[in-house]
């Protein structure tokens, strides 16, 4: 029972317990139907106009798909539509997979941020033309801020020859860093790639088999891998290249991204990456589907290089930028064919995620219009429903007070004091143990300077900060002493008249 509930059952009478019937899925309440229609009709007319061949959207809400839906055609020849479960490739989107790895191991005490790389990658040398730069760290890999050229010196975005563990380790040490870190953000395909082999190499599996075991299996991603295998390529939706001006299109054929796997090679669909969308918004310790600590996803999600702009920055990770009093998070994703983006409000618990299969239109834009369209109808549902519980809980709490108080704390009534002359009262306000404390000058609202005591164990109560209160007695069970926190208050003893003056704590009770 939160504080606010048992202080509101205690000075206002209840009602009997309202019946709410079942819960009626949020894609279905009014607003949010009226919402998605409008939305929906949108993207249809996007698709149709820019004569895109297919896309596949999510929207989430806290652990709840909201909606789901694929428009146009996972494969034109064939006209295979395009569903929530169509498999794409995610470029770049793979990055928040290889970070999630990296916060795993460091949550595990396996590595920290600031380590440098070469504790992890002893091979790892870069001609450098600073010599008064600090090393390389895991943290600056994560945010861009490393100074590091975008990609391994060999021209695999031309031939789509992806260099393996072995040329990457070869080529690395004949490049040249680009500025010193942590005084510059360069986006960097091949920090990513190092990050990836610092996973494997501290966990001792390679990349792709712990984004498995770690994060896909725990989440239900079964049609997700950083490594597909025939079973998934075959769901993969076609990748097209730019629309010709006769209105054709080229295929894309699939590339192994080798050892730029961690930065680019992960295939998925909107319906698992909802479930990554919903692990962003976790709470607590990690455990089953938790995978990260609440902590550390708040970590992930929150600035660490801020760009000259002050509107955005990068998380660890994640980018992460400032619209309309917004802080959105998120990342894209480009390859061969596939765009895709994934976007999320962490205060809002909202996600939307959108992948097409054609060069020619990036679905960030697609992300944006979506939240800007649900987001509000779907946030006025969640607090309406909310507000119905609330009321709710607060009339079965007020129908279990309602046998009173336990008479025991009528021992605990009475006026204190600590030694320094600041008096408190405790006295029964409806059904509620409350400690009312005295201000001078008096509080200017009459309701201030209340505390409710909620029972926790025999004489211990608990405070709306979580700190406790505990009435220490005598034999005979009258007060000596409060213990409030880590300090004691103790009986006021008052003359007769000034009980006549005042009243009794006993009468002022009722």
């Known amino acids: 029972m939160s504080w606010k509930s048992y202080l509101v059952g205690a000075l206002l009478l209840a009602s009997a317990p309202m019946q709410l019937g079942a819960a009626v899925p949020l894609a279905e309440q009014p607003e949010v139907a009226v919402a998605l229609t409008k939305l929906d009709t949108w993207l249809e007319q996007q698709l149709d106009y820019n004569r895109l061949p297919g896309m596949s959207i999510a929207i989430v809400y806290d652990q709840e798909i909201v909606w789901a839906k694929g428009y146009g055609y996972a494969d034109l020849e064939s006209k295979t539509p395009a569903t929530p479960s169509t498999v794409y490739r995610l470029g770049s989107i793979s990055k928040l997979f290889t970070a999630t790895g990296i916060m795993l191991l460091r949550d595990q005490g396996k590595l920290r941020l600031d380590d440098p790389i070469t504790e992890y990658l002893p091979w790892f040398r870069l001609a450098n033309s600073f010599p008064d730069a600090p090393p390389i760290t895991i943290r600056h890999l994560l945010t861009h801020t490393a100074g590091l050229p975008r990609e391994a010196d060999v021209p695999y975005w031309t031939d789509h020859v992806f260099p393996t563990r072995e040329q990457l380790i070869e080529v690395v040490p004949t490049q040249k860093a680009i500025a ?26 390679p990349w792709h088999q712990l984004v498995k075991e770690e994060i896909l299996d725990p989440l239900g991603m079964t049609s ?83 760009y000259s702009s002050f509107s955005a920055g990068r998380g660890l990770g994640f980018s992460v ?13 480009w390859i061969g064919g596939n765009r895709s983006y994934f976007l999320t409000v962490p205060s ?10 054609a060069d020619d239109r990036g679905p960030y834009f697609m992300c944006q219009q979506a939240y800007k369209t ?40 009475g006026r204190y004091s600590d030694p320094w002359g600041w008096e408190y009262e405790v006295l029964i306000l409806g ?52 213990k409030r926190r880590n300090d004691y208050i103790f009986p006021v003893t008052r003359s007769p008249a000034t009980e006549n003056q005042s009243g009794t704590a006993s009468q002022r009770s009722n």
Not at 350 to 356: D, H, M, P, S, T
Not at 440 to 462: C, K, N, Q
């Open 374 to 413: 649900v987001a509000p109808a779907l946030l006025q549902q969640v607090k309406k429903q909310a507000a119905e519980q609330t009321a709710e809980q607060r009339a079965n709490e007020a129908a279990e007070q309602a046998t009173g108080p336990d008479p025991t704390w009528q021992s605990y009534v």
């Open 321 to 333: 930028y400032h619209g309309d009093g917004i802080t959105f998070v998120g990342h894209g994703g």
């Open 348 to 357: 809002q618990k909202i996600a939307v995620i959108a992948i097409l299969n």
């Open 431 to 482: 059904d509620a143990l409350i400690m009312y404390g005295y201000d001078f000058p008096p509080d200017d609202e009459a309701a201030s300077g209340y505390t409710p005591l909620i029972p926790v164990e025999g004489r211990t109560f608990r405070m709306p900060d979580n700190e406790t209160v505990t009435f220490e007695v005598d034999g005979s069970g009258a007060v000596t002493r409060i």
């Open 180 to 205: 010193p870190p942590e005084t510059t953000y360069h986006y960097s395909n091949l920090g990513l790639a190092l990050l990836g082999e610092i996973v494997a190499q501290v966990s001792g599996r």
């Open 224 to 306: 997700s891998s950083g490594k597909p295998g025939e079973d998934l390529l075959k769901r993969r939706a076609t990748p097209y290249m730019l629309m010709a001006p006769d209105g054709s299109r080229q295929v894309f054929d699939y590339y192994d991204a080798g050892a730029i796997s961690p930065a680019a090679n992960m295939v998925s669909t909107v319906e698992d990456l909802s479930r990554f969308a919903s692990l962003q918004f976790h709470d607590g310790p990690a455990g089953g589907t938790g995978i990260l600590k609440g902590s550390t996803l708040r970590e992930m999600h929150r600035v660490h290089w801020l």
